[in-house]
């Protein structure tokens, strides 16, 4: 777990530190630039969804095994009001922020595990991951 | 970070340098809309080529520009989405609809060119 990486957000800049750090590890563990770039846009996403909603948080990014599959996993995780409705918020182009409600279906589309937790005034926790294809 | 916008007869280019926070392309959508006005601008060329993401609030910042360019008299062009990013920009379910995109700097001059020949 000494390869975690822990990166705040709490502003528009930590949203492109993050997603650049994402990038530079997936480059690290031999994602393809393909997927580097939508490991990226993911975790863009997901960030901007901390700093909309929350104001603040995490996101943390860690290389991972599953069934000898190599892959990375992205955590982001807020302390802030939470969604009342995730089937809600996970539908194309539902937004309650002004936006264009892409963000958290945007994310899980792009990545191939997708997990998100949330309850209403205790945050929400978005955990997903890629995983390195054999070929290609 | 602000995104240099040159005037090139009665065109804009902005060309993107490097990564943008949320903050720099909305500025960037303001210095645009402004400069159509100021320089009677026909076309304006976005130029994307050193962009390494576009996410959602990037996309909607340069359909903003598109849209509000042309209400004020003027053609936009993206030009330069790399092909990763093109990739991962239709898997978030991204689209520029109705925006007019060319290849590269080049393709977008000679874009615009043709517009103005169909005005005339």
């Not at chain 1, 969804?49 to 860690?62: D, F, K, P, S, T």
């Not at chain 1, 792009?110 to 945050?123: E, H, N, R, T, V």
């Amino acid at each position: 777990m000494s390869d975690e990486l822990r990166l705040a957000i709490a502003s528009d800049v930590d949203i492109v530190h993050a997603r650049e750090k994402g990038r530079e590890l997936a480059a690290a563990h031999g994602f393809t630039l393909g997927d580097q770039t939508v490991i990226a846009t993911a975790i863009s996403e997901v960030a901007r969804n901390i700093l909309l909603y929350a104001r603040r948080g995490e996101v943390r990014i860690r290389p991972a095994t599953d069934t000898g599959r190599d892959g990375l996993v992205v955590i982001a995780e807020d302390h802030g009001p939470g969604i009342r409705d995730i089937a809600q918020a996970l539908q194309d182009g539902f937004s309650t922020s002004g936006g264009l409600g892409l963000g958290l279906p945007g994310a899980r589309r792009l990545m191939d595990d997708f997990d998100l937790k949330s309850a209403p005034g205790q945050g929400t926790t978005v955990t997903m991951a890629k995983w390195k294809r054999s070929h290609g | 970070m602000e995104v240099p916008i040159l005037k090139q007869g009665h065109y804009l280019i902005a060309s993107i340098q490097s990564a943008l926070t949320d903050a720099d392309l909305s500025q960037l959508r303001e210095a645009l809309i402004t400069r159509v006005g100021k320089y009677r601008a026909r076309g304006v060329i976005v130029d994307v080529t050193a962009l390494d993401v576009m996410d959602s609030f990037a996309v909607r910042t340069l359909r903003d520009i598109a849209h509000m360019a042309r209400l004020r008299g003027s053609e936009t062009v993206i030009v330069g989405i790399q092909p990763e990013v093109a990739f991962a920009m239709v898997q978030l379910g991204l689209s520029l609809k109705g925006i007019s995109t060319a290849l590269d700097l080049e393709e977008g001059l000679a874009f615009l060119d043709a517009k103005a020949r169909e005005r005339v």
